[in-house]
């Protein structure tokens, strides 16, 4: 592994318990095991995700379907195409 840019190396003088735990969690990420779990939790997020686009594009078509019926509903009781006295027809 390489230091961040312009950081050095770490100094583990006097820090051995912060030392195992950030090698330990490294081997941990690292290893097989580790890859195959970030990828289960990766599928867990974006099908939660998936549900919530789901979600909002159920949303949306009923809000376009309702505002369609709206558009309807006014053309049938006012058939001259004006709204508040504009003129739409010329």
Not at 52 to 57: D, E, I, N, P
Request: some cysteine.
């Amino acid at each position: 592994m390489f230091p961040s840019p312009g950081r050095g190396r770490r100094q583990w003088k006097d820090k051995a318990e912060a030392q195992v735990a950030v090698y330990g969690n490294r081997r941990r990420l690292h290893s097989p095991r580790g890859q195959h779990l970030q990828k289960r939790r990766a599928e867990i997020v974006e099908r939660g995700f998936a549900a919530l686009v789901k979600a909002l594009r159920a949303l949306a078509k009923a809000l376009l379907l309702a505002l369609g019926a709206q558009v309807l509903r006014f053309r049938r009781c006012h058939p001259t195409n004006t709204l508040c006295g504009v003129d739409f027809a010329h």
